[in-house]
């Protein structure tokens, strides 16, 4: 579990005392490879820090699974809107790896917020996760699907390998055609 | 300056102590159309509430101005990463109307974080924000431009007239002339 107190401590110090409240309020989980942990249209209970895997979020559009993002260890994720108000998700979270989770129920995860630490944690955690967001928003409006492909190539250079080309190829928003392609020119 | 306690009570409530701190902490100030309040390169150094008015977050890509999205009134709006980090914007923030906006610097806006109804009003705010990023990959992801500028209409009927073409059509990632062409088909 040291591992959770690593992480968090990449945003700020923890007392003694509020780890331990911390390190009580969450249980762990093993997660097969392509196992679900969040389902379309489900409520999702858990806040998660990802321990070791990879995890990727998608959605179905009119039939067309579409890929949004990938979670790699070691960090946090969730379906924020579906876990913070209690509605169905509007995305699937699946394994692409085999697993370590920590998992903290929404009800935990709020009496925590008492605690300078997590509070700390959590505020600094959400900018960071904002700012993620915005610099896609931004790549996507100013990258083009290669460039994407080798920032991933260049920032997960062990992880990408694990992520099968269909998903890869719907998160650049190509056709798996062309991703082979981008690939191949970049192995020469 | 009723206008930004009616906002942020949107959020939370405020006791009459809470507002008085807040009040004290903004400054009002009038932006002409077409100024501009943040130029990329440069350190934001407010934290606004547009009050009135449209402002739009634009970035320069090799010498090619590509428009990121909008802010419309009554919201709030900053370079955030430049705001807290106080380090160099990614973008430039240009009025597209006569504005009037509300502005607090870092110093003080941390210094309010001690006063719960602003605590709350922030950590409400950026959840808020984030989910509005996040809606917008997804939509990038699974809307055409077509469906992406009648959302808009319908959701800014008044405003949508106020954002010249070329913005418009950068911020959906198509051409002027393909832009002219739906609306055209619209209107129809």
Redesign the interface.
């Known amino acids: 579990m040291i591992a959770l107190r690593t992480y968090i401590e990449l945003y700020t110090h923890l007392s003694d005392s509020d780890w331990l409240c911390i390190s009580n309020a969450f249980e762990r989980r093993f997660i097969s490879c392509n196992e679900i942990l969040v389902t379309e249209g489900t409520v999702c209970r858990y806040f998660y820090f990802l321990e070791k895997g990879l995890v990727r979020y998608f ?1 179905n ?1 009119d039939g067309i699974e ?1 890929t ?2 990938f979670t790699v260890a070691p960090y946090c994720f969730t379906s ?2 579906s876990f ?1 108000q209690k509605i169905p998700a ?1 995305e699937t979270i699946q394994a692409l790896d085999d697993c370590i989770v920590w998992q903290i129920t929404n009800e935990k995860a709020n009496s925590l917020l008492e605690l300078k630490g997590w509070s700390e944690f959590v ?1 600094k955690f ?2 960071e ?3 993620h ?2 610099d ?3 790549e ?3 990258k083009t699907a290669e460039q994407r492909y080798l920032k991933i190539l260049k920032t997960y250079p062990e992880t990408i390998d694990k992520i099968p080309l269909k998903y890869l190829s719907s998160y650049l ?1 190509i056709a798996p055609q062309s991703l082979s392609r981008i690939r191949k020119k970049c192995q020469l």
């Open positions: 959605f559009n579409v949004k993002y924020k809107e913070r509007q505020l959400m900018h996760v904002q700012t967001f915005e896609q928003l931004l996507i409006k100013s928003g």
